[in-house]
C-alpha cells in the first residue's frame, strides 16, 4: 500500500547526514537477550504494527510510504546501525540486542517517543513472557497482535482541517537565545557524549510538587539555572525548549505520526531575582500558557502554512533549503532542550528491566542547540540523559551542583558515546 506524506515531510527535509533525526531507545535487562526468541517477539509485534512496517520511496518530486515485505531487521549489535538502507531492507525501524541490552532505533519522521510507545510495550510483553515462560502475565494497556488496529492509529492529524481558537495572546519566545557555542567555555565537536543519571522517582516528585513544578518543568529550570551560572554576564538569556505532545490538542490520542511541538522558556534577568520556588512557578506557567490547545493548534498551523508552500517548490533541493533554513532560524531562539515522553509504565516486562533510556540524535552543532536532556520514567526511577556535544564538563559539574544544592539525590550509571543510528533516504 502506498501512503502520501504529510507530517513526515518536514522531518525528512530537515535531515542531513549531520543531523539524521533519529532516536535510541535502551533496555537494559537483568539477563542476556536472547536472539532466537526476540526475532519472534518483532515478527509477533510487527504484524499489529504495520504502519511502521514501511519504506520510502520517491516519485519525481513526491516521497510517500509502501509497504516494506521485508522482516523488520534483528541485529546482535551494540554499534551504530544505518536505517532506510541496505543494512536495515530499507525499514526505517530496527532492533538490535548486545548482552542484555535490547535497542530499539527509529526514524524520527516515521514516529516519536509518544507514538513507539505502545509497539515498546507489546514487544516487551511478547519477548519477556516468552523468555520467563510467564503464563500470568498482564495484557492491560497492552496492544495484542489479534487486536484490531484502529483508523485513529494511521490517520494522520495535522493534515486534517483546525477548529477555530481563540487569538493567541502570548506568543512564544522569537528573540536570540544564548548559545553554548558562542560562550567561550565549550568547544563544539562532532562527537556526542552522554551521561545517564539516575533520580529517584518518590523523592524527585515530592520536590516538585513542593515547588509547584512537574518532572520535565524542575529539569528545564535546573538546566537553565545551570547555563547562567557559569554565563552570569552574558548579553542573552539561555532558553530551554521544553518538548510537548501534540496528540492531545489534535484530539488524536491513537496517532503513529511525529507529533512533537515546543515550549520555550527564557531564564531572564526577572526570573533570575526570584527564589527557586517562585521561578519553577513562573516556568510553570509558561508551559501551562503555550502548550495550551490553542497554542498547539497554532504550530499545527503554521506547520500547514509550510506544507502548502513546499508544494510549491520545485525540487527536493529546493524544499530541503527551506526547511534547514527555518530550523537554523528555530535554533538561533534556543539555547538546550529538554524532552520527557512520560512514564513507561511497561506493566509486568518492569520488574525484568534495571535501566531504560533515550537518546535522540536532537543535539547537533548543525542546529546550535548542541545540550539536550532527555528524560524517561521507569520502574522507581527517572533517568536523565545528559547529552552534550563539547568534552568539557562544566555544564554537567553545574548541573550535577545543581542537584546537590536542592538535595536531589542521584545516580551517574554512566558514561558513553552517542550510538543514534544514522539514516539514508531517497533524496
Known sequence: MKRTLYSELRTLYETSAADPHTFRITIKLKDIVDGGLLRKAVDTTMDRYPYFRVRIRADGNRLYFEDNPAPLPVLNTNRRIVLGGEQTSGHLMAFCFWKNRLYIDAYHGLTDGGGIAPLIKTLLYCYCSAF??????????????????????????????????????????????????????????????????????????????????????????????????????????????MCVNQRRALRAPLAHQS????????????????????????????????????????????????????????????????????????????????????????????RFIQEYEALPSTALPSTHVPLTVEMSAMNGYFFLNFIQYFRETDYLTMFIRQLRMNNIDYDVLNVTEARYPRVELPV
Open 132 to 241: 520467563y515462560d510467564e503464563k500470568e502475565f498482564s495484557t492491560e494497556g497492552i496492544r495484542l497482535s489479534d487486536s484490531p488496529v484502529s483508523p485513529g492509529e494511521w490517520e494522520d492529524p495535522a493534515e486534517k482541517p483546525l477548529p477555530g481558537g481563540d487569538p493567541i495572546l502570548v506568543p512564544k519566545w522569537s528573540k536570540p537565545a544564548f548559545q553554548i557555542a558562542d560562550g567561550g567555555i565549550a568547544a563544539i565537536i562532532p562527537e556526542c557524549f552522554v551521561v545517564n543519571i539516575r533520580i529517584p522517582e518518590a523523592e524527585f516528585m515530592r520536590f516538585n510538587i513542593s515547588n509547584d513544578g512537574s518532572p520535565a518543568t524542575i529539569v528545564s529550570l535546573l538546566l537553565a539555572r545551570t547555563i547562567d551560572a557559569l554565563h552570569p554576564d552574558a548579553c542573552l538569556p539561555p532558553v530551554i525548549a
Open 259 to 350: 507529533l512533537v511541538g515546543n515550549v520555550r522558556l527564557p531564564y531572564t534577568d526577572r526570573v533570575r531575582s526570584l527564589p527557586f520556588s517562585t521561578q519553577a512557578t513562573c516556568f510553570r506557567g509558561m508551559v501551562t500558557l503555550q502548550s495550551s490547545d490553542d497554542m498547539v493548534r497554532n504550530e499545527i498551523k503554521e506547520y500547514q502554512e509550510l506544507m502548502t508552500h513546499l508544494d510549491t517548490l520545485g525540487s527536493h533541493t529546493e524544499r530541503q533549503s527551506c526547511c534547514q533554513r527555518k530550523m537554523e532560524e528555530l535554533s538561533r531562539c534556543v539555547t538546550a532542550t529538554v524532552s520527557y515522553v512520560g512514564k513507561a509504565n511497561l506493566g509486568d516486562a518492569e
